[in-house]
């Protein structure tokens, strides 16, 4: 399906899910969606600072929608919304807008109260709110890893944090929304030395380095690790395995995946190609590209 029809689908959902006076909102939207199809043709993205009006639509149009989302929900009092659009391009805005009725869905689902806290910039969605013991989480996990599903294979990662609460029987539940995926850049770990070959994954996982320290205060979950073959293998006993940990705090499913070291964020063109998939380089140190997103 093309971009614009999966935008076009993503537009209708929120028609159905905000009241009237949203809607000259999403008609704008519309418009600026059938301008796609030339940036794309276009060397140059087009950047939403660029255009001191796009920009503030893009912020009133963010603002209109949470604010109409928890004016029509029966669980939420009020909300705080804090968007970004720096460094947004047009692309990206389209993208957010395309899995925003995903990420309220999730919302809606887990029946978050209370106020509800919104941060917005080109790396993070970040969504807080109270969340009721024993209510939402549990009751809807199906519908709710459905839609964690949909968000991850569009590449964008969701993790959580519990934090407490003042309110009796509630906990804050902090949703991140890892948005900040970017083709142009790889997180490479030099290993060749090790295995043959340097690694190279999406950019993300720069986002969830932690130090052993922290990994042994995790409770057990699953746990993989790269094998010699540069395949991805769950490991049982990692009590002596060496290296970076990358920790996902995925909803009902931790996860951590321990690479023998660090990386770093690179461009992608200093590689010497330009597409992605496992394969090796032109350079004197093949390169082989891991993909998480393809990985269930």
């Given at each position: 399906?093309?971009?614009e ?17 949203i ?10 969606v ?19 009006f ?29 968007p ?16 925003l009725?995903?990420?309220l ?8 109260g ?5 941060d917005?910039?080109d790396r ?38 519990i ?6 029987d ?8 890892d ?18 070959v ?11 380095e932690?130090?052993?320290e ?5 409770n ?8 010699e ?25 931790p ?6 070291k ?7 063109k ?27």
């Amino acid at each position: 399906m093309e971009t614009e029809e999966k935008l076009k689908n993503a537009i209708e959902d929120l028609y159905f899910v905000s009241d009237l006076d949203i809607h000259p909102f999403l008609g704008q939207i519309n418009f600026y969606v059938s301008q796609l199809r030339k940036e794309k043709s276009s060397p140059k993205s087009i950047q939403i600072d660029d255009f001191p009006f796009l920009a503030k639509f893009m912020d009133t149009s963010f603002r209109s929608l949470i604010e109409n989302y928890t004016q029509r929900s029966i669980y939420l009092k009020t909300c705080k919304v804090s968007p970004s659009f720096k460094n947004f391009d047009l692309l990206k805005a389209e993208s957010l807008l395309a899995q925003l009725p995903l990420m309220l869905k999730i919302i809606s689902l887990m029946k978050l109260g209370g106020d509800l806290i919104v941060d917005l910039n080109d790396r993070f969605l970040v969504i807080s709110a109270l969340l009721k013991k024993g209510k939402g989480i549990r009751d809807n996990k199906i519908e709710i890893l459905e839609q964690v599903k949909s968000l991850f294979a569009v590449k964008t990662l969701t993790t959580f944090n519990i934090r407490e609460s003042e309110v009796i029987d509630c906990a804050i539940l902090d949703l991140k929304f890892d948005i900040g995926y970017n083709e142009d850049l790889t997180y490479q770990v030099q290993t060749s030395d090790l295995i043959g070959v340097d690694l190279c994954m999406p950019n993300q996982l720069k986002n969830y380095e932690i130090s052993k320290e922290e990994f042994s205060k995790i409770n057990e979950h699953q746990v993989f690790k790269i094998n010699e073959n540069c395949k991805i293998e769950r490991v049982k006993d990692y009590t002596q395995l060496n290296g970076q940990v990358i920790h996902f705090h995925f909803l009902f499913r931790p996860i951590s995946f321990i690479i023998p070291k660090r990386g770093d964020l690179i461009d992608i063109k200093s590689l010497g190609r330009k597409d992605t998939g496992s394969d090796w380089t032109t350079k004197t140190v093949p390169t082989y590209f891991i993909d998480i997103f393809s990985s269930h």
